[in-house]
């Protein structure tokens, strides 16, 4: 069975320091890989989605960067974080012929 | 402008009761997918319709392409059933990219 990882599960950041979010998934090889950002009771909006190791493609620009290093892992990150930054993050994988898409249990971001 | 509207918003709904929650696209979409958004956050994907009905247990959705709407049914409303739910389309000429609904928060009252 497939399952998906996301780490870590919350974190509370200063405004301008880093960040790094992680998802992997194991038990499929090869998925489209997706993140999402939603903010407190809204939608959800994507942000990047990667097909294959090393390529991403972006969706919106939020001044966050994406990378696909591995088939199984995909990490979001920026060097500086703004207020606008807080939410819940969500990575989600699919297959190319059934784009049923499964998600992680997301990472809440909170940017003071 | 906004090419998936999801209504209601909002709903409140007695157990044991139903009702239907509804998305209308204003672009044609070639799939579409309903989740369930629980009070941890997690997403829980309950169907994936490229055209017609499917039935799960007390759910059913429909996805009528032509006429550009998708439909999520609840019956004997449970505790559990309780969250915000999303419809997600896929548009007929983009890869890889869903159009998301605005969501429905579901209440479900003893």
């Known amino acids: 069975a497939q399952t998906i990882h996301q780490w870590p599960v919350a974190e509370i950041k200063a405004v301008g320091s880093p960040l790094s979010l992680g998802c992997t998934i194991k038990?499929?090889?090869?998925?489209?890989l997706y993140w999402y950002w939603q903010a407190t009771g809204g939608t959800l909006q994507q942000l990047f989605y990667?097909?294959?190791?090393?390529?991403v493609e972006s969706v919106v620009q939020l001044n966050l960067s994406a990378s696909r290093p591995k088939d199984d892992q995909f990490i979001l990150s920026t060097e500086k974080l703004l207020l606008s930054h807080s939410g819940f993050y969500l990575c989600?994988?699919?297959?190319?012929?059934?784009?049923?898409?499964?998600f992680g249990h997301g990472t809440k971001l909170s940017v003071l | 402008g906004d090419q998936v509207e999801q209504s209601p918003s909002a709903l409140s709904l007695h157990e044991g009761t139903g009702s239907a929650l509804r998305c209308n696209f204003t672009?044609?979409?070639?799939?579409v997918q309903w989740f369930q958004q629980n009070s941890r956050g997690s997403l829980i994907n309950l169907f994936y319709?490229?055209?017609?009905?499917k039935e799960n247990g007390r759910l059913k959705s429909t996805f009528n392409s032509k006429e550009s709407y998708s439909t999520l049914h609840i019956r004997d409303a449970q505790l559990e059933d309780s969250g915000t739910y999303f419809c997600?389309?896929?548009?007929?000429?983009?890869?890889?990219?869903?159009?998301w609904g605005s969501g429905t928060k579901l209440i479900i009252k003893p």
């Open positions: 997600a389309a896929e548009a007929a000429d983009s890869n890889y990219q869903l159009i």
């Open positions: 672009t044609t979409m070639r799939a």
């Open positions: 319709l490229a055209s017609g009905t």
């Open positions: 038990g499929k090889s090869s998925p489209n």
């Open positions: 990667s097909i294959t190791v090393g390529q």
């Open positions: 989600a994988w699919g297959q190319l012929s059934n784009e049923r898409l499964f």
